[in-house]
């Protein structure tokens, strides 16, 4: 007589456990991606407006950097979607469609954005010969495309249920984006340890220009392990342990939208906006 009432209630009492966990984990949520949207929004905007009224460099020179804060604008947008969504309990695919600029969109530019500083200190003839702003402008067509097959791919991938795919293929994609950056930035280091040749002034000059492009590859390359290197083990987890933690999703979530916030701030700095830093 007595196992029925112990079995009853202890299934209650794990519900209420578990209904209070998934509803601190979803107030973790709103405040994450509140977070994200409410920083991430109004820095990309002004870096936005501030490379078309040519505040920087120009437009040609900080092409690749325009269409990063596009893309992250993106994402600010989707952290409001989710906050929505989580918010009011709804079910939707489109954040699913905005995974492609999260796990593409975000880590190609950033790429793109190295291999420019790679090929200014390393090849310098090469670079000068592709530094027109059409080759940049060939360069985002064609990272935009694959961005946006990916985003339709996480659609495809959903609708039919395969999330070990998913995530092997995220992560995949990570880890190669991920190399192409360690490889810029091990070959601008080795650059930067070489004397440069003619005057002392000139050599000083290039040292310079070899640290700075150095430092912004290193911020970059550290700030995309601390987004995506949380949400790959967790991945890689779920697949292999057949478990969903909800704590270490909520932690990559809030590793990718601090470290999300690094880029932003190293334009806004390389630009004079913000001085109580020092200089990359």
């Not at 009432?5 to 299934?11: A, H, L, P």
Request: glycine share 6%.
């Amino acid at each position: 007589m007595n196992n029925p009432t112990v079995t009853f209630t202890t299934t209650e009492t794990s519900t209420n456990s578990t209904t209070q966990s998934t509803g601190l984990m979803d107030s973790l949520n709103i405040c994450a991606f509140s977070i994200g949207f409410l920083l991430g929004l109004p820095t990309n905007v002004y870096i936005i407006w501030l490379i078309i009224t040519g505040t920087g460099s120009g437009v040609a020179s900080e092409f690749f950097n325009l269409n990063l804060s596009v893309c992250e604008l993106g994402n600010s947008l989707n952290c409001l979607v989710y906050t929505l969504l989580i918010g009011f309990s709804i079910t939707s695919k489109l954040p699913l469609f905005s995974v492609g600029l999260v796990f593409t969109g975000r880590p190609l530019f950033q790429c793109l954005m190295c291999v420019e500083r790679y090929l200014a200190v390393v090849h310098p003839v090469t670079f000068l010969k592709y530094k027109p702003l059409r080759y940049r402008v060939i360069c985002c067509t064609a990272a935009w495309i694959i961005t946006f097959g990916s985003c339709f791919s996480c659609l495809f991938i959903d609708f039919f249920k395969n999330g070990e795919i998913h995530t092997e293929f995220l992560s995949l994609q990570f880890l190669f984006f991920f190399c192409i950056q360690l490889f810029c930035l091990v070959a601008v280091l080795r650059a930067l340890k070489q004397s440069g040749p003619g005057e002392r002034g000139r050599e000083r000059e290039e040292n310079h220009l070899k640290r700075k492009a150095f430092l912004i590859i290193l911020i970059t390359t550290v700030s995309m392990a601390i987004i995506y290197v949380p949400f790959t083990i967790t991945g890689l987890f779920t697949i292999l342990t057949n478990q969903f933690v909800h704590s270490l999703w909520v932690t990559g979530l809030i590793c990718y939208i601090l470290a999300g916030c690094v880029q932003p701030v190293l334009y806004l700095h390389r630009t004079g906006k913000i001085s109580c830093l020092c200089a990359p």
